[in-house]
């Protein structure tokens, strides 16, 4: 593997992120969110979720990098 973990899960979101907004798109155009505070939670959950979940990969490489140190020493 040529390139870091962080150019890969960037490079991922980049890919991800449009199909992610499509379906986010999808699901509020569908109807099924009739009222305003229906909306308000949906964003509540789908905007924080995927900052979440893109900050995650970044926890991850960190506690993986601490292991494999703890490896070689």
Known sequence: MNY???TLW???FLAIGPVW???VWMIWSSGQL???ADQMLYFALIIPGF???YLSGFLIQ???AKKIQ???S
């Open 21 to 23: 907004f499509l379906l």
């Open 34 to 36: 009739k009222t305003e």
């Open 62 to 64: 960190k506690r993986h």
């Open 10 to 12: 960037n490079v991922m």
């Open 51 to 53: 900052i979440l979940i």
């Open 4 to 6: 870091s973990f962080k």
């Open 70 to 72: 703890g490896l070689h």
